[in-house]
């Protein structure tokens, strides 16, 4: 694999990560804010995707309790959210001194209290709207380890700890470099995005979710759930100065793999479904398989900072691919109609005008005498006024012919069963798919879907400048066989 061989220390990851282990564990604490708890211990403890907090009232305080005082609705509604903090028994310090979102749960058992932070701050830390430039670190939890890597130009990464040099993703965009590596601690992993060059606190936050959502089309995973979002000094010191928590939606992950470096993953299962030994070829396949050039990841993330609604095309492609085959083609054919309308408008392929069906001059005087056809057809205003609006839209190229436009414009060429793919795209939109429980009837609508899906990333992929092989998942169907390259796995483009 190839790597950018590019050593950078950064000292104190480590006091960041050992920041967030400390939030998520177990730990006593007092609230204040909340009436009928105040003074009394309570327990904090990191949940899905929130920081669970629980009190439960002693035998004595329910005795004494008057149920009927207490207004869940108002008691604990937002009017007391600015004045909610954490205060540590142990260390007898401020743990969350400003809580910006929670929950309360346990309604029906006003003794049995539970609530939920899912966003706070601590620190000093910037309003959206403040536009001073400051280094900003992202660390968001995840459940195990990151192996995608080296599907990517890396380099190594001194982050501070004694024996742990990293692999990290240097990722360019609006002028500002970020690093995205990954640290292990004990058992628990964490991913990290670092600005290396001062920005402000909303350009960061774009920044980062652009960078999510690319690594996320590339590997078709979208890591979410929660962040922790630190200011620091600057990326070398790593010295803290607040910082804010924010409850997120949840992890993306997919089921159709557009890209990997991993020849085997591909070659083996393939050599099952076509009868020969996937083993054979790998070295010559790992040659060619090069990792995801860091320019392509610049030029994704770019596009993702400038376009937001290509994250939503991007969400639609990795959440779809898991959702029934109905709602799946559906799903993907919004993406691909999303894409070639954002193509289009913002010009970001050398489109040419798709002609009308009839020449314009013979279009022009047919128009004409179909007007003074109207004319003498005795209508109403009304019937008039609908007619000419179908009219007006007689000529206009099809759909399916706009279309297929971007991917002549970004040097595609497709296939028969693409362009009927494309053309059938229409159906799941309305609904249209006859898929009984028939067998064949199922493969057929998988591999559609899965066609639908690829030619979207392809799009992604050649807008960002991407030149080399993905994987053909609809090789692995060899029922209806792949569309380009029958029993590789993999497709050019």
């Known amino acids: 694999m190839k790597s950018l061989h590019q050593i950078r220390n950064y000292t104190n990851v480590a006091e960041s990560v050992s920041e967030v282990l400390d939030l998520r564990k177990e730990q006593q604490c007092y609230v204040v804010g909340l009436p009928y708890v105040f003074l009394n211990k309570v327990t904090m403890q990191a949940s899905e995707r929130a920081l669970k907090c629980h009190y439960k009232k002693s035998g004595e305080e329910e005795m004494r309790f008057d149920h009927n005082r207490l207004d869940l609705a108002n008691d604990f509604g937002f009017r007391f959210i600015s004045g909610l ?10 743990i969350i001194k400003r809580v910006t979102s929670f929950g309360i749960f346990n ?10 932070i899912y966003g706070f701050h601590r620190g000093p830390f910037p309003e959206i709207s403040d536009d001073r430039e400051r280094y900003f670190r992202y660390i968001s939890p995840i459940a195990q380890k990151f192996d995608f890597f080296r599907d990517f130009e890396f380099y190594c990464k001194n982050i501070g700890l004694r024996t742990w040099t990293n692999e990290a993703i240097k990722i360019r965009m609006s002028g500002i470099e970020f690093s995205f590596y990954e640290v292990k601690k004990g058992e628990d992993f964490f991913l990290i995005i670092d600005n290396l060059e001062p920005t402000s606190r909303k350009n960061f936050e774009e920044g980062t979710s652009a960078i999510l959502f690319a690594v996320g089309l590339i590997e078709q995973n979208i890591h979410l759930d929660e962040s922790y979002t630190f200011v620091i000094d600057n990326p070398r010191s ?3 100065i607040s910082m804010q928590y924010m ?5 993306i992950i997919g089921q159709y793999d557009i890209f990997t470096t991993n020849a085997y993953s591909v070659r083996l299962p393939i050599g099952n479904i076509y009868g020969f030994d996937g083993k054979a070829d790998i070295n010559d396949w790992s040659n ?3 990792p995801c050039p860091q320019k392509v990841v610049d030029n994704l993330a770019s596009l993702i900072y400038q376009y937001p609604i290509l994250a939503n095309c991007i969400a639609i492609l990795v959440d779809g691919s898991k959702a029934g085959l109905e709602i799946q083609g559906a799903s993907f054919a919004v993406a691909l109609e999303a894409l070639t309308y954002l193509i289009e408008k913002e010009k970001l392929a050398p489109i040419n005008k798709v002609k009308p069906v009839v020449d314009k001059s013979k279009w022009k005087k047919l128009r004409k005498d179909y007007l003074n056809l109207l004319e003498c057809a005795g209508l109403s205003d009304e019937e008039k006024k609908f007619i000419t609006k179908k009219l007006n839209n007689l000529n206009q190229p099809t759909n399916i012919d706009k279309l297929q ?4 414009a970004l040097g595609v060429t497709l296939s028969q069963a ?4 494309i053309e059938m795209r229409n159906d799941f939109l309305h609904g249209r798919n006859d898929c009984d429980l028939n067998p064949k009837s199922v493969n057929q609508m998988v591999w559609t879907c899965k066609l639908l899906h690829q030619l979207c990333c392809i799009l992604l992929f050649k807008l960002s400048g991407f030149s080399g092989y993905i994987i053909d998942q609809t090789a692995f169907d060899v029922t209806n066989g792949a569309v380009v390259n029958p029993g590789t796995g993999f497709r050019w483009i």
Not at 85 to 94: A, G, R
Not at 405 to 408: C, L, N, S, T, Y
């Open 85 to 94: 903090k954490l205060y540590s028994v142990n260390k007898s310090d401020w």
């Open 107 to 116: 309604e029906d058992e006003p003794w049995n209290l539970e609530w939920h």
């Open 238 to 240: 790593g010295k803290l």
């Open 247 to 251: 409850s997120l939606r949840e992890s």
């Open 288 to 290: 060619k398989l090069n």
């Open 405 to 408: 436009v971007p991917f002549a």
């Open 418 to 421: 693409e362009l009927d793919t």
